[in-house]
C-alpha cells in the first residue's frame, strides 16, 4: 500500500468522521465504501426508468399540478 498524505479542511473532515461505521474505520476506508456505494447508486432499476419516462409524458401532457395550485387545492 502506498501511504500520501492530503489536505482536508475541516469541515470536510468532520463530514468523514461521521461516515464512520466504527471506531477505528480509516478515511481511506469510508472513501472507499462511499466512492463503491456511488457507483451502485448510479445504476437505475428497469422500473425506476420505466416510472421515468411515464413521469415524463405526464409533464409533456398537461398532467402536472404546480405547488401552489396544489396548495390552493389543501388551503394552505
Known amino acids: 500500500m502506498v501511504r500520501t498524505t492530503i489536505q482536508l479542511n475541516k469541515k470536510t473532515k ?4 461521521k461516515q464512520k461505521l466504527y ?9 472507499q465504501r462511499l466512492v463503491k ?7 437505475l432499476s428497469p422500473q425506476t426508468i420505466k416510472d421515468i419516462e411515464e413521469g415524463v409524458k405526464d409533464i409533456k401532457a398537461g398532467r402536472v399540478y404546480t405547488t401552489e395550485q396544489i396548495n390552493k387545492e389543501l388551503g394552505l
Open 14 to 17: 468532520d463530514v468523514l468522521e
Open 23 to 31: 471506531p477505528n474505520e480509516t478515511f481511506d476506508q469510508i472513501i
Open 37 to 43: 456505494k456511488r457507483d451502485y447508486d448510479d445504476e
